[in-house]
């Protein structure tokens, strides 16, 4: 079946591999080669964004001297044809004004992950964040990340009785990176977090937008009323986080807390729409 045939109806409107996938470039795996090909695997994208009101086209490139724009994020024609040459540039960005464009130039993070549409909504939420931290502006993205840092911080100070320190007020509060990875598994209804994996605080953020870009929605388990973490000892762990003054109406809380980061994310994706981002 032809990648043409794949793509009927919106939200994924186009999907492109360029360069050549038999040798290793910025996609230096295999199987990353192969997924990024495959009819089956495309289908599977296009199934993944199927609940998103946003329209999306695809890029893959797989060429020699590529790779290092991973994470560039948000890029202009002019920049964009110094990076990639008029060729690329005017394929990409024909017909680019009311859709996200997304080019993916490799699968390189700090873990090893394959090249599912899973890894590729977080990645894509790396790029994204790549344009205010590299430029220092306000965006809907600092926007979702101050409010999802707000409520977590708030949360671990009044239920968990662990302050933060002033200075991270909507940030990671370095110092606690155990409790807010421990926070995460417990609340997190991903994969990555039902299976204890969320080990780098900030990462649970890009799995929050992963999940909204697949299901529209970002949904949190309940609090519980203690969570243990930290260094196994004889197979248990030696910390605890105990709940204290648990308001009646908490997971009510919890669920707000989903539904507004959502709309969060909602302007993330608005703002995107009409540019390129090299991820």
Known sequence: MKISELLTEAPLVHYEPIGDFEK??????????????????????????????????????????????????????????????????????????????????????DARV????????????????????????????????????????????????????????SAIDWEKPQEYNALFNAIGTMRSARTKQIKRPYEFFYECFAQYLKTGTVKFNPLPKNISYGRKAWGRD????????????????????????SEYFDEVIRSAQGRVYVM
């Open 24 to 109: 290793s470039h910025g996609f230096r795996h295999d199987v990353d080669r192969r997924l990024a090909t495959h009819p089956t695997n495309i289908q599977k994208i296009h199934t993944f964004l199927d609940n998103s009101p946003f329209d999306f086209r695809i890029f893959v490139v797989n060429m020699p001297g590529k790779g290092k724009y991973s994470e560039t994020g948000a890029v202009d024609y002019n920049n964009f044809v110094s990076m990639f040459g008029k060729d690329i540039a005017d394929k990409v960005y024909t017909n680019s004004e009311n859709a996200v464009n997304i080019v993916y130039v490799g699968n390189s993070g």
């Open 114 to 169: 394959i090249f599912t549409p899973w890894i590729m909504a977080h990645r894509f939420g790396h790029a994204v964040a790549a344009n205010y931290r590299m430029r220092d502006v306000q965006s809907p993205w600092r926007d979702a990340e101050t409010y999802f840092f707000n409520t977590v911080n708030d949360i671990l100070k009044t239920i968990y009785n662990k302050p933060i320190n002033p200075r991270f007020k």
């Open 238 to 261: 030696t910390k605890f986080m105990q709940g204290r003054n648990m308001p009646e109406d908490i997971n009510d809380h919890l669920i707000n807390f989903g539904e507004t980061l």
